[in-house]
């Protein structure tokens, strides 16, 4: 789409929905999935299953590459075999690096849990590396765990549904995509 042609303003209107005031918002539900390209789709299958309690289902048969597909909590998890039939770099033969910092503000999936203590007890058990964290708006304290899977990917576990969601829709920000405190 060009948008220095002479109808390059209208096309910008009606794209950002300025043209007929705020656009309808998009059809959407709910997360469906997320997809992490892995080393061993199997030794995550496993972690998954064990640590998080997915469960496999069955693929579409059209899917002609290395993969699982995962199921639980209302959301998937696609697991790719990363290095074959995939556009990822093939995984190192030689001895794997350090794992990273477990990073809590770096990208990461999180999963509500009615139950942090006994996750935090269920990951040291496993003896699984674990950061904690504290989240706190006014007298709500919000308990976080994080985690690497087995790719390095990081896993958050949280209360975060004792914050409520109160929606910004008032306000405008000078950068739209920046969410003021």
């Given at each position: 789409?060009?948008f220095?042609?002479?109808?390059?303003e209208?096309?910008?209107?009606h794209?950002?929905?300025?043209?007929h005031g705020?656009?309808p918002?998009p059809?959407?539900?709910r997360?469906n999935?997320?997809?992490?390209?892995?080393?061993?789709?199997?030794a995550?299958?496993d972690?998954?299953?064990?640590?998080l309690g997915?469960?496999p289902?069955k693929?579409?048969?059209s899917?002609?590459f290395?993969?699982?597909w995962?199921?639980?909590y209302?959301m998937?998890?696609h697991?790719?075999?990363?290095?074959?039939?995939?556009?990822a770099p093939?995984?190192?033969?030689?001895?794997?690096?350090?794992p990273p910092?477990?990073?809590p503000k770096?990208?990461h999936?999180?999963?509500?849990?009615t139950?942090m203590?006994?996750m935090k007890a269920?990951l040291?058990e496993?003896?699984l590396?674990?950061v904690t964290?504290r989240?706190?708006?006014?007298?709500t304290?919000?308990?976080?765990?994080?985690?690497?899977?087995p790719?390095?990917?990081?896993i958050?576990i949280?209360?975060?549904?004792?914050?409520?969601?109160?929606t910004?829709?008032?306000?405008?920000?000078?950068?739209p995509?920046?969410?003021p405190r």
């Open positions: 789409m060009d220095h042609d002479d109808d390059g209208k096309e910008a209107a794209i950002s929905g300025a043209e705020a656009a918002p059809p959407l539900v997360l999935h997320v997809s992490f390209q892995c080393k061993s789709v199997e995550s299958v972690f998954y299953r064990r640590v997915f469960e289902v693929r579409p048969a899917l002609d290395a993969g699982a995962l199921y639980k209302g998937g998890i697991l790719l075999q990363r290095g074959r039939d995939s556009n093939p995984a190192a033969a030689a001895r794997p690096p350090p910092a477990i990073n770096g990208n999936i999180s999963f509500q849990c139950d203590g006994l269920r040291g496993m003896r590396e674990f964290a989240l706190r708006d006014g007298a304290v919000v308990e976080q765990l994080f985690f690497h899977d790719d390095g990917n990081v958050e949280c209360d975060c549904e004792k914050l409520p969601v109160i910004l829709a008032g306000l405008r920000p000078a950068n995509m920046v969410v």
